[in-house]
């Protein structure tokens, strides 16, 4: 156990004193997400919005006021029918436009839901989805709000009202996900990868194996230290956009923290597994970006949406693991669902990390002989 | 086995597939000898000493290392073995100090002890200014003087080098091999394998190896006499080279 701490104690160093590993393992995620961040929150600062209220009631007021209230939207123009929502985005400077069907307000109190519909311009699609988020997300607080003193005679209405206005919430938050996803997959693969083979490229890994620590401290002591800055990580990630965002978990933090550090373990088996098939530092690095990074923005559902692939690229996404730990945390940060509803998404990522691990085991023994 | 018998090989075997890597070896290391292990590229030195140092195991043969088998016992075998090999084996971003203490706490070393080696190491190197400096600033005949000093730090029954003195100037060989004899003295056994014949000279004994088999052991004098050679490069070339071809 001594020979092991002194050797964990010695991969600290390396990295403490790299100040570029630093930079990649704390630089890069806080950077990521403050431009993400601010991209995010600058593009949606007063967007055009046109408003055709075929209701005219007391509802469809206050929800109106509150959308052009609420700094992300500025109100361009009342519209009367159908017709003008060509024109004005013809404009330009109608991002969306918001349609409260006839008898908003009676239906949304008589039958419990009512139907809005939002019209964006499509031709700017990064806006429309941020203004649909938006919206979505100030109409689903106003029918919070409505429904406190409403609920209180008639119980039924709170979920019949959100059942209607989009169930999965596509939260403009969406990228604190995808970013510790691609961070995390990132600095444990590229990191253990890249370590384990400059020993071997410097000859230290065979100074090593012929020493007395056993192949299994070699590899518990390189990766040991990126699972503890790993996770360290995943915690600055998730204080720095409730700070300077204000992003809370909704779900439970234990369980979000146990799905990272399985995450993070199946990331490092992988980098494992990586550095026993590549020779040196540059091929190993070479195999984690192209082959995790790419794969990781593109296909995973970070940034596009899987149900909106080609069926070959939705195979293709289902051997990636970050697919799996994408949705798994959107589900705790955003929706707030517990195990329950993330046991398969789990159960996936483990298997995945036996795998991962049985492969390098059997590589490392064939290399060593 | 004689009692100072640290390394025995009996009939040993190792075959990768159909390639058979060594054919046979049988020979005996005393304790406090030089033992030079000479062959051209290809011979089988490498599988030997990777057999030696418990890294795999002989495919057939019984190999007693330090007192241990190689089959069964390897754990125990690197406990009582220090390696150092032609690449650098220490780390390039650590001080001098830091690499010392690591090596000394992966062999087991209490930490009074390293402190206590650490001192009379640097003392013997005349190295005490350059304690806290990381490797990657030491020039190239410092760094293998240390590597060396590391490999012994927990004084080993065996230290086995492997072309220690590749790249290294004529003045620094000569005080690396310095080095190797006190330790010698020191009743350690130093197993090192070279390309450089004059070194080979400085052996009490060497074995020559050529397609996988130990064509020739016996000391330099013996050798030289026997092939009617000058120098053991000239015996080298008479008995390994056919094996190159």
């Known amino acids: 156990m001594k020979r092991f701490i002194g050797f964990v104690k010695k991969e600290f160093l390396h990295i403490f004193r790299d100040y570029r590993t630093l930079f990649i393992l704390f630089g890069i995620p806080a950077a990521q997400i403050l431009i993400f961040g601010y991209a ?29 209230s609420s700094d992300f939207f500025r109100e361009t123009e009342n519209l009367l029918n159908y017709n003008d929502i060509d024109k004005v985005f013809k404009k330009g400077k109608t991002k969306a436009v918001i349609v409260f069907e006839q008898g908003f307000g009676k239906k949304l109190i008589s039958q419990g839901k009512a ?29 919070t709000e409505l429904a406190g003193p409403v609920t209180t005679p008639s119980i039924s209405i709170l979920p019949e009202v959100k059942m209607f206005y989009n169930p999965e919430l596509k939260s403009h938050f ?13 600095i444990c693969a590229l990191m253990t990868s890249v370590t384990i083979t400059r020993e071997k490229e410097f000859g230290t890994m065979e100074v090593l194996l012929v020493s007395p620590l056993r192949p299994i401290q070699i590899i ?88 909106n692939m080609p069926v070959i690229y939705d195979y293709v996404s289902a051997v990636l693991p970050p697919r799996y730990f994408i949705t798994i945390i959107k589900n705790i940060m955003i929706k707030g669902t517990g195990l329950a509803f993330v046991w398969k998404e789990t159960l996936i990522l483990t298997i995945m990390t036996m795998v991962f691990i049985g492969l390098s085991v059997r590589k490392f023994k064939i290399r060593l002989e | 086995m004689m009692n100072n018998t640290v390394i025995s090989v009996k009939n040993m075997v190792k075959k990768f597939g159909h390639f058979t890597a060594n054919d046979n070896l049988n020979f005996e290391v005393y304790k406090g000898e030089i033992f030079g292990f000479l062959g051209a590229n290809g011979a089988g030195k490498t599988t030997a000493i990777r057999i030696l140092s418990g890294l795999s195991e002989p495919t057939s043969g019984e190999v007693i290392v330090a007192g241990f088998n190689a089959r069964h016992q390897a754990e125990k075998i690197k406990k009582n073995i220090g390696y150092m090999c032609q690449k650098f084996s220490l780390y390039e971003d650590l001080t001098v100090k830091e690499n010392i203490t690591l090596y000394g706490g992966i062999y087991g070393m209490s930490r009074d002890l390293i402190r206590k080696r650490t001192n009379e190491l640097l003392e013997k190197l005349k190295f005490h200014e350059y304690e806290n400096r990381i490797i990657a600033d030491l020039p190239l005949g410092l760094k293998q003087k240390l590597a060396f000093s590391v490999a012994v730090l927990h004084e080993p029954k065996i230290v086995f080098l492997d072309e220690p003195t590749g790249g290294v100037d004529p003045i620094t060989r000569r005080q690396f091999w310095e080095m190797i004899y006190q330790t010698a003295e020191m009743g350690i056994t130093v197993f090192v394998t070279t390309h450089y014949m004059d070194e080979a000279e400085y052996c009490d004994r060497i074995s020559i190896m050529s397609d996988g088999k130990i064509v020739a052991l016996d000391t330099p004098e013996n050798l030289k006499n026997k092939y009617h050679a000058g120098s053991v490069e000239e015996v080298f070339i008479k008995i390994a080279r056919p094996a190159n071809n």
């Open chain 1, 220 to 307: 518990l002591g390189k990766v040991m230290p990126y699972f503890i800055l790993s996770l360290i990580n995943v915690i600055m990630i998730l204080l720095l956009s409730w700070l300077v965002f204000g992003l809370p978990v909704k779900g439970s933090i234990i369980l979000l923290l146990a799905e990272c550090m399985l995450y993070i373990m199946m990331s490092l088996t992988l980098g494992i597994l990586i550095s026993t098939v590549s020779s040196s530092m540059q091929q190993a690095i070479f195999i984690s970006l192209i082959g995790l990074m790419l794969p990781t923005i593109l296909l995973s559902g970070f940034i596009f949406p899987i149900e």
């Open chain 1, 174 to 186: 969406m990228f604190v996900p995808g970013v510790i996803t691609l961070i995390l997959i990132l």
């Open chain 1, 40 to 68: 995010v929150s600058m593009d949606i600062k007063n967007a055009g919005i046109a408003i055709l209220d075929l209701s005219h009631d007391e509802i469809t007021q206050k929800l109106t006021d509150k959308l052009i």
């Open chain 1, 115 to 143: 139907s809005l519909s939002i019209i964006a311009d499509g031709s700017e699609p990064n806006t429309a989805t941020l203004v649909t988020n938006y919206t979505m997300a100030i109409v689903n607080s106003f029918t």
